[in-house]
């Protein structure tokens, strides 16, 4: 058994936890108590700012990201293309000789 170098943030048992995840945690809990200790730490900036980016559909998860003029120009030339294929395809079939 290791040596307690931390304490639980709400019930203050000893705990070990390793000096490279001390120096990157906002908290050390037990796991009792993990999900209340990241409500006591609350919401860092970069976690708020993530958040405000939205998770709706279509957005590439960035709030208010425009597609550049490039980028439509160029979907647009290729849809226009698999369209005119696709009517020439259309056109093109033979008739069953029983429709004749």
Do not use: W
């Amino acid at each position: 058994m290791r040596t307690p170098n931390s304490a639980c943030v709400v019930c203050s048992t000893p705990l070990y936890r390793r000096p490279a995840d001390l120096v990157r945690a906002r908290h050390v809990a037990c796991m009792a108590h993990r999900g209340e200790a990241q409500r006591l730490s609350g919401v860092t900036e970069a976690q708020r700012a993530g958040l405000a980016l939205g998770r709706e559909k279509g957005t590439n998860h960035r709030s208010g990201y425009q597609h550049r003029e490039e980028s439509r120009a160029f979907t647009a030339s290729i849809q226009r293309r698999f369209s005119v294929i696709r009517r020439i395809e259309a056109f093109s079939l033979e008739t069953p000789p029983f429709h004749r």
